[in-house]
């Protein structure tokens, strides 16, 4: 039994389910009247479904040929079947999660391709408005080659109109999300104390093409979508006598720039901003991912504060590194001047080194004194000297210490009786 057929009046996507009323608002369509087309074969279905409000009569189609068991059958091969039935189960997850993102608007599922009997449907696609605003929402699944991706392009252009958005909500999967060994990206918007993680990934040749056409490429993963901004990378250029960008700067000289809010051609990857689903949806002025643009606008502020930081750190290297040797410290040069004063002050107070003489040469009689020096010349001899020192140096041999000659005994015998009559007589 069909579950899924399209209307060729309507170019809408009918489900049926077991309720007995999931049929109940659809227009008759008896086999003859080739109002209903399977998805998978192309050929004509008819609508079964019940007569009165109650009764239980489960609704379905039928392609007017059974087997013998009775069961409605479809031309069409399984693996085809298969696919057909995955890719609207894809596009029927996404309605679903957007009628509760988006409370009071209408989303329905269409078709605007034409469909060649006896070839499967054309992809279908999800379609809202808000606001005077379309949106028409391609959600591929498998494999989507540059033919396919043209036709749909232009089929929808003339089925909406150019004042449509047309937005592919890609899956994360093998065909369509191409890391290509990019890790996450920390980056730090405009005023903000911390860094976020963008996920990044490298474009594919179509997603590209959809860019160029003015289409919007999103990817979804249930409530979230993540919005692309280009990523393109350089190399700072270094101002001759001015910069240095090695040692620790170096890490700092491959940087990057971002475009937005659609990246430009030539970006080395993309870098992924997650939004909410549901704030994809402005208010009442249709569809616009608010949060995500504010935040590449941030991302763009703060790149220019982080290249002049980095230009910074380079220029304060090259300064380092060429700075001329610092001038003597003052403490240092008054050390110098008084060293060489103490040895000025030695050099002068300590006499010469003389041989000494004998000790049985030493004359009985303490030597001649030195004449004092006038007070002039003494202040000549130790003017300049700032810092003498406290205790005089010591001298190269002992000092001459004088002692008393003990007077001569008084005379004896004759002589002495002879002085005695020298002094009465005197």
Same mark, same amino acid.
């Given at each position: ?51 009165? #409000?109650? #009764? ?111 937005? $592919? ?81 170096? $890490? ?111 004359? #009985? ?62």
């Amino acid at each position: 039994m069909t579950l899924h057929a399209r209307d060729t009046v309507t170019g809408q996507l009918v489900t049926l389910t077991p309720d007995p009323a999931s049929a109940d608002h659809l227009a008759p369509g008896p086999l003859s009247s080739e109002r209903y087309r399977c998805m998978s074969c192309g050929h004509p279905v008819g609508l079964s479904r019940r007569s009165g #409000s109650h #009764s239980a009569y489960a609704p379905r189609f039928s392609h007017g040929q059974s087997t013998e068991a009775g069961a409605d059958t479809c031309p069409a091969r399984a693996g085809i079947q298969k696919e057909v039935e995955a890719g609207l189960q894809v596009v029927i997850d996404l309605r679903d999660h957007l009628a509760t993102a988006w409370p009071g608007v209408q989303t329905l599922i269409e078709c605007p391709e034409p469909q060649t009997p006896g070839e499967a449907s054309p992809p279908a696609v999800i379609v809202a408005a808000s606001g005077g605003q379309v949106l028409v929402i391609e959600c591929p699944h498998g494999p989507l080659d540059d033919p396919v991706l043209q036709r749909r392009i232009q089929a929808v252009r003339a089925h909406y109109g150019s004042g449509a958005a047309h937005v $592919w909500f890609f899956a994360e999967d093998e065909h369509h999300f191409r890391q290509g060994g990019l890790k996450d990206k920390a980056v730090r918007p405009a005023g903000a104390t911390t860094s976020v993680r963008h996920m990044r990934v490298r474009p594919t040749q179509q997603q590209l093409q959809i860019i160029e056409a003015g289409g919007s490429v999103y990817w979804v993963n249930g409530a979230t979508v993540c919005i692309p901004y280009g990523g393109h990378e350089f190399t700072h250029e270094p101002r001759p006598n001015r910069e240095d960008w090695g040692g620790d700067v170096a $890490w700092r000289r491959n940087d990057w720039r971002i475009s937005h809010p659609r990246p430009l051609p030539g970006a080395q990857w993309w870098g992924l901003v997650p939004i909410g689903l549901s704030t994809l949806r402005r208010g009442r002025a249709g569809f616009h991912p608010a949060e995500a643009h504010e935040m590449m606008e941030r991302l763009e502020r703060s790149q220019g504060a982080r290249w002049a930081t980095a230009r910074r750190v380079a220029r304060e290297r090259y300064e380092a590194l060429h700075r001329p040797p610092p001038a003597p410290v003052a403490e240092a040069t008054e050390a110098t001047e008084a060293t060489e004063a103490t040895e000025a002050t030695e050099a002068t107070e300590q006499p010469p080194l003389t041989e000494v003489p004998p000790a049985s040469t030493l004359p #009985s009689a303490p030597p001649a004194e030195p004449a004092p020096v006038p007070g002039d010349a003494a202040e000549e001899k130790t003017e300049g000297i700032q810092r003498p020192l406290a205790v005089p140096p010591r001298p190269a041999y002992a000092p001459y210490v004088a002692t008393a000659v003990p007077p001569l005994p008084p005379p004896r015998g004759p002589l002495s009786r002879l002085l005695k009559w020298a002094q009465r007589k005197d």
